[in-house]
């Protein structure tokens, strides 16, 4: 039997393309003194999805799949990690 | 000449460079919805600028995968001059008949202001006329035009002459200062390696008419008389 | 029954329901009138008031009652216009409030069958360069304004700030909007024709917005602050769709009325369509796209979803336009019918819930508001002018980046003012932008306000900001020829709030009827109120005034352009200090006479200006406004890094002190550049018609160079000023 | 001794509000093709920062107080989690 399962997808700027909306916030941050112990801040794009499947492995791979087919990240600037997070009833 | 201008969902300038292209002798521009099917019928197609899909997700990814950009990859491959201006040049990205990826402004804002950039080949359709190290004044409207690319395929694109325009300042030099939005090497277009499709970030359209320029000149409509050019030349050979 | 809501109508308004009716109503009932009846929509307490501005006019097609304004600029074009506001939402939400804001004033000039060709953004707010939370509204309004309208792909062509501490807590963001069509497709709000179908598109109808009306009830679902978003998300990518499809179907001809949905939702829409033409319409809620399916029949009458529009559609035409919805991929269903008995009738799978008839729903008894000068205005009225100042080369930099005069390009960057390829003059370039429209013609538009003059004045305050706003007409070559207003005060319940208001209206009129400027629309906003003070906004009427140019030649900037040119200087400077950025900026001190209007002045002005523009005598135009004389000039020199010599003896004044030379705001004065072999004539016609006008100084190097006899007042670069000037907003801000 | 933390920061729209980008992401890009066992989408922003503290608690404590200090996200609107992810050597 087919169950849903809540999918993340997280989409962010591989290391060597620049993340100027990290960089602001981090400098804002480090503007005042009592946040310096804030290191770095990189800022991503996340799509929760919620899927179908017979299993969180399958959820995983038609994720995994589609997020390749429809280039939901641009490879050549992105990398995309999946992630189930559980079962929905 | 025909040219087709297609419209997405969410396109806006669809109608301006219909405009721009009806002011040039001899041309024929056709309005195009995206879910049409018949475009080989024209003699070059323009992907206008936009927000197709409310740019939702990443500029240009959605409309990557409307069924008439299969046409559109057929008919670059057959050689067709293609220029995808500002939304899109973001989807000839996104639809990988380009390469690199347009990202978010390094100001992390819309910028509508008029650049000055430097044509840097005069190898494609839309450039044929001009001369290399020629400068035009075109206006920008964009909030994801940093153009990207990985070092390597950087370096590609220098081999095979696929870098079209460039950001540069008064002095025609490609300065951080003459940079509007954080574009890798000040890149503002660029080319396939067959150079028949081109992409670029200044929108034309908005600079064919001299009324329209704070500096009385048309210097986008000589992208489009290139192109018409370029067809003549080619249907005499 | 009537227990178990809280209404905010009045006891003699329930009693006036009861006796009108003959019955009591029921829960849904009460509802939708008292939504109807809120003062939101009704203008309840400002209709007799705004009755004394006049609305006829040679090219007035349709005056106010409609969603925009219509007049005819030849050649079987229209334009529309219409002004709103999006304060409250703005407050809370700056991001979304504003950008639903254009959502909603993009509404009002599409259902006139009209496309939307560009949008003004009148904003105010507190002092950005000392508060926080000024600067995170003020941000996030522009960024909210910016990504809806370049999305759907109208140029934000002009626009105003002001910044005063009154506005703290309670922004101001006004959005106006202007729309072209052909006259033969103007489509009114109206169901006329009994029988013909009531189409609903756009989005579905959900639970927001719900919260935004004034009626609370005990019948709403209970959902958590947590879960519920207090504000609207908006959706131009629809928004953009909806504005696409909507034209290509009223070209089909077989749309007979349009209404959007705004405040009130479909009860307001309903209700204004039926009384407008005469008939009644009867609608069943289970057809109605629902976002959650549990919503009850109030929720679904009240609610404020965005990006919906109520098509009113002769039943031949629906396979024609149900296809374009199609095409569009935007969701639409038939929801009913206009009917020939009057009655707003509402249904739920063939059972009546509500009976009312429209006219009664549409139209709110109007109310009587008492009025009282408040005590403030004497008191400031008699303050003692500062000393005048040693150092004015200080006060000069300083009010050149005071936030209310520096440069506003940080704002209009972030807005594609060019999509649609009309923009001629665009933001910065002159006093007003200049669209092209199809006929051939030109249109001049812009926007004016000034809280700091209404305030110590409303009735000239508001007055003046008519005339600053033709003057930005006239200057950059145009006539003015109707205006919107937005009337935006505090709670019209308090006496002093109320007589500013009437204050306010009735400078405009006059102005108007002395100009012969029809109003052909507007806004009222009330309420607006500091809510940690308790305290009313300064009295913000703005203005919208559009202006036609009948030939290219005729548009005319304010930059300088031409070294050896003379600079004239037109009208006469007065000591009227009052609300003027130089009292309030430098000397903090807020007080004094607000600069007057002389009507039978500015009708001359306006006659020798036209002459002026007509014979192409002059090369730069530029209004003296905020700031005065010497940043008007300034701000002429910065385009082409062009300086000036100027003798500030040779301008007309009676009065004045040095400083109030300088920095006084009196209204009726332009600035021109003028080739030498002109000013014969200029001195010639000014004087034929009795306005003072003398030549000041000349163009040349790139130095700002002011003096007063013999003696040096300003010796600056002007790349210097330009950098303080253009770079303050984004110090403030945090960038720099 | 101080450690570094990965800090999740989660900004999205609230449960019972729209949103627009997710839903048309899922209806032109997924709905009507083959991955229609993705039954909803909805977008969200993720911040990763790298926080110096002397635990996970202490951690956590700071960024969420800095998202409330900045004004990372506005709580009329928007519904703000924030998840310590793990140390970082
Ligand atoms: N201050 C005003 N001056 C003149 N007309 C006004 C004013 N305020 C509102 N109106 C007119 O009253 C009518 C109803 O306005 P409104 O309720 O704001 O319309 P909507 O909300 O549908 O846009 C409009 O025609 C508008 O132009
Ligand atoms: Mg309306």
């Excluded at chain 3, 080739?675 to 000014?686: P, Q, R, T, Y």
Aim: include cysteine.
């Amino acid at each position: 039997m087919k169950e849903k399962f809540l999918v993340y997808v997280t989409i962010e700027g591989k290391p060597m393309a620049r993340d100027p909306e990290g960089e602001t916030i981090h400098r804002v941050l480090l503007a005042k003194s009592r946040y310096n112990m804030v290191k770095s801040v990189r800022v991503a794009k996340l799509l929760k999805m919620i899927v179908e499947a017979e299993s969180e492995d399958e959820a995983e791979r038609i994720v995994t799949e589609l997020c390749d087919n429809l280039r939901l990240y641009n490879p050549a600037a992105h990398k995309c990690s999946i992630k189930v997070n559980g079962r929905i009833k | 000449m025909r040219i087709a201008v297609i419209r997405f969902p969410g396109s806006n300038c669809d109608l301006d460079t219909i405009e721009a292209l009806s002011k040039i002798p001899n041309v024929e521009p056709h309005l195009i919805w995206h879910e049409d099917n018949e475009l080989h019928k024209y003699d070059a197609i323009i992907l206008p600028g936009g927000f197709s899909y409310g740019d939702y997700l990443r500029a240009g990814i959605i409309a990557a995968h409307s069924p008439i950009m299969k046409q559109v990859k057929n008919l670059a491959e057959k050689g067709m001059p293609i220029l995808g201006i500002c939304n899109g040049f973001q989807i000839l990205i996104e639809a990988n008949l380009l390469p690199g990826a347009l990202l978010r402004n390094n100001s992390l804002k819309f910028i509508c202001k008029w650049v000055r950039v430097r044509v840097e080949t005069n190898r494609t359709p839309f450039t044929y006329t001009l001369n290399k190290g020629s400068f035009l004044r075109i206006p920008i409207a964009h909030n994801e035009g940093r153009y990207f690319i990985p070092k390597s395929e950087l370096k590609d694109l220098y081999k095979y002459d696929q870098i079209v325009f460039r950001y540069v300042d008064e002095l025609g030099k490609p300065s951080n200062k003459a940079n509007p939005n954080g574009s890798i090497d000040n890149i503002a277009g660029i080319c396939n390696r067959e150079g028949n499709v081109v992409g670029m970030m200044p929108h034309p359209e908005r600079a064919s008419q001299s009324i329209l320029s704070p500096y009385y000149t048309e210097d986008g409509k000589k992208i489009f008389e290139s192109l018409i050019n370029y067809m003549r030349m080619v249907s005499l050979c | 029954m009537l227990k178990d809501i809280q209404l905010s109508l009045t006891n003699n308004e329930i009693r006036l329901v009861r006796k009108m009716l003959g019955r009591e109503p029921n829960q849904l009932e009460w509802a939708m009138i008292d939504t109807e009846w809120s003062e939101h929509t009704s203008y309840k307490s400002s209709k007799k008031v705004l009755k004394l501005l006049p609305t006829k006019g040679r090219y007035v097609v349709i005056g106010p009652g409609y969603d925009s304004g219509v007049i005819d600029v030849g050649n079987d074009y229209i334009i529309t216009l219409h002004i709103e506001s999006h304060n409250h939402p703005s407050a809370i939400d700056p991001y979304g409030g504003a950008a639903t804001g254009i959502g909603g004033v993009l509404r009002d000039i599409i259902c006139m069958g009209t496309k939307p060709i560009a949008l003004i953004d009148p904003l105010r707010f507190g002092m950005i360069n000392k508060s926080d939370h000024s600067k995170w509204l003020f941000i996030n309004v522009v960024r909210g304004i910016a990504d809806y309208g370049n999305c759907v792909g109208v140029p934000t062509v002009a626009g105003e700030v002001e910044f005063d501490e009154s506005f703290e807590r309670n922004c101001l963001v006004d959005v106006a909007c202007i729309g072209i069509g052909l006259k033969k497709h103007l489509i009114l709000a109206e169901a006329r024709y009994p029988n013909d179908l009531l189409i609903l598109a756009g989005g579905s109808t959900g639970r927001d917005g719900i919260h935004g009306v004034t009626f609370a009830s005990k019948v709403l679902s209970e959902k958590s602050d947590e879960e519920r978003s207090a504000v609207q998300v908006p959706d131009p990518f629809m928004k953009k769709l909806i504005i696409d499809a909507t034209l290509e179907i009223v070209e089909t001809g077989y749309v007979r009325g349009l209404k959007d949905l705004g405040g009130g939702g479909l009860t307001c829409s309903l209700s204004e369509i039926a009384a407008k033409g005469g008939c009644g319409v009867e609608i069943h809620l289970e057809k109605v796209n629902l976002r959650e399916p549990d919503m009850s029949p109030i929720e679904i009458m009240l609610s404020e979803s965005q990006e919906r529009m109520l098509f009113v559609v002769k039943k031949e035409g629906l396979e024609k336009i149900s296809k374009i919805f199609e095409k569009y991929d935007i969701p639409y269903s038939i929801i009913g019918k206009v009917t020939d008995d009057g009655y707003l009738t509402v249904k739920m799978r063939g059972e009546v819930l509500a009976r009312l008839p429209a006219k009664m729903v549409a139209n709110a008894p109007i109310m009587h508001k008492k009025s009282r000068k408040p005590e403030y205005i004497e008191l400031y009225k008699n303050i003692k002018p500062p000393e005048e100042p040693k150092n004015l080369d200080e006060v000069f930099l300083k009010l050149l980046s005071s936030p209310n005069l520096c440069s506003r390009e940080w704002i209009y960057r972030q807005y594609d003012h060019e999509v649609g390829i009309r923009t001629i003059i665009k933001p910065g370039q002159a006093d007003a932008a200049v669209l092209k429209i199809p006929n051939e013609k030109f249109l001049a538009v812009t926007s004016d306000g000034n809280s700091k003059h209404c305030y110590l004045d409303p009735y000239y305050g508001a007055a003046g900001c008519m005339a600053e706003a033709c003057r930005n007409i006239i200057a950059v070559g145009g006539k003015p020829i109707a205006m919107v207003d937005h009337c935006q005060f505090g709670d019209p319940n308090k006496v002093d709030v109320y007589w500013t208001f009437v204050e306010a209206v009735r400078g405009m009129a006059d102005y108007c009827k002395a100009l012969h400027i029809p109003c052909v629309g507007g806004k009222v906003s009330f309420y607006n109120e500091d809510t940690v003070t308790n305290s009313a906004i300064k009295p913000s009427p703005v203005v919208m005034v559009v202006g036609l140019i009948n030939n290219a030649k005729y548009i005319t900037d304010m930059s300088l352009k031409m070294v050896n040119d003379a600079i004239m200087m037109i009208g006469l400077t007065k000591p009227e200090m009052g609300g003027s950025e130089y009292y309030e900026y430098i000397h903090n001190l807020i007080g004094g006479i607000v600069p007057k209007v002389d009507f039978q002045f500015e009708k001359r002005l306006h006659k020798l200006m036209d002459k002026i523009i007509k014979k192409r005598l002059a090369k730069a135009i530029h209004d003296c406004s905020k700031g005065g004389f010497a940043i008007g000039l300034v701000e002429m020199c910065f385009p082409n890094n062009l300086g000036v010599e100027v003798d500030c003896s040779k301008i007309p004044s009676i009065n004045c002190r040095l400083d109030e030379l300088l920095f006084s705001e009196t209204h009726g004065r332009f600035i021109i550049e003028v080739s030498k072999d002109n000013v014969e004539d200029i001195m010639e016609l000014a004087s034929k018609m009795n306005i003072e006008c003398n030549v000041i100084g000349r163009v040349c190097g790139n130095r700002f160079k002011l003096k007063m006899n013999d003696h040096d007042i300003f010796n600056f670069s002007i790349k210097e000023l330009k950098n303080i000037w253009s770079q303050a907003l984004p110090k403030y801000l945090g960038e720099i």
